[in-house]
């Protein structure tokens, strides 16, 4: 059998320590390609380049593995992956990130790391990893070494259709971790803060930020996985209906 | 009672014709607000702004309606309505749109008309009113005449916890159009192409487009309602969990 074929992409850009974390987890397994977006682009969710060309430049090739640069987003890198440099030769796995930081509860539409395993989940087996530690220098050692068996275990099982998985890995060591579980999306949702400044030329500016309020006491959802060291794997799908309340809205049915 | 106030926000852009569109659906129930991005930001999704400052402009007042801009995506748009222009004062209600185009089936996740939306329904009822017809010039009659009847019926009875509206609107009069329907998500994914040119430096670009395609056969999914002349109202949550298939990922807790 030959080597697997594996896309890797990522948000954080292409000079990420994440995205050096995800290529050693690749390349354990097949043949690499990698395609990153040109600076980092963190929270751009599902954004796709329609309304402006998109660029596209191999700037290196270092131990077998080609390394892509464009500039448009992280679903655009998963797009350019599959229909440009792949165009007619098969993708046996699409790895996205691995993303400084987590991206549990309500973040998954937020992500552009997740956007993009997310797309490629409708041609290919998909995967995005995210380490909850935000700094540069965060260490991915228990990443990587988990990360490889996840990887093993969807080369080997598959995964179901239009279904990518949302891996995020606690900070700490490899024994610090508890284990793996199947985790649903915590109910949570981000207050936001934008705070006010002024620029040096007098004109005022806010800068986005906030705080992740977690509603949800299950034991199985993410954020309370990761709270208990555990590596939570959630599976995500792309229909965002509201079935619950379906019957509910009926009353607007009747408005002529 | 004092009337209702609600914040417009769109993806199109401060000079589109559906926010003006928007803009007379609200003003028949209230006070309204409008904060749009300074240039048009379509397939943008549910992406957010915080690695660069936003800008917030008040650039015209008229017939009472408060018009502000922003370098900020449709999502960045919500925050600053709810976090600044109205830090502290309730709002009503958020209208999205009326976006140049569906908003059906996938694309709910690219659409900036429907990210921003969602946003908004983590802390306010909100709607967002898709028309389809891409043209600039696009004929918004009957999108007014039912965005009234549906704006009128949210306000009146309310919406579900954090779930907005996904309206699409089939292009026609109003005469056209046999009535509302509740819809779930269309079955389907967009088959993308990148078509291939030269700048004229010499460079290679690539021009992102493509079709959808529907492998949804449900009388009640929203492409089919949309094909039978009915407007479809999506009720749109957040938790993208694929719940039906985590007892099959169960194998991967065995991993150690």
Redesign the interface.
Known sequence: MSKPVILVVNDDGYEAKGLTAMVEIARSFGKVVVVTPDQ?R??????????Q????HLYKEEDGVQYWRTNGTPV?CV??G???IFKDRPIDLVLSGINHGSNSS?S???SGTM?AA?EAS?ENKAIGLSLLDYSKDADFTAAIH?GK??VA?VLK?G??P??S?NVNIPKGSIDDIK???????T?G??H???V??T?PFG???????GYLEVLDKNEDCCENLLKNHYIS??????????????N??????D??
């Open positions: 980092p963190s929270g751009v969710g599902h954004s796709i380049t329609f309304m060309p998109l660029r596209l655009d797009k350019l599959q229909k440009v309500v998954v539409i937020y956007g997310i409708f988990y068996k996840i275990e099982r995964l179901p239009f279904t998985l284990g793996i579980r199947i985790a649903r999306q109910n949702i981000w936001e803060e934008l006010e400044n620029d004109s005022k500016y806010y800068w986005l930020t794997v959630q599976p995500v799908q792309y229909d965002m209906t509201a079935y619950r309340y379906m509910d809205l009926k009353f607007l049915e408005v002529r």
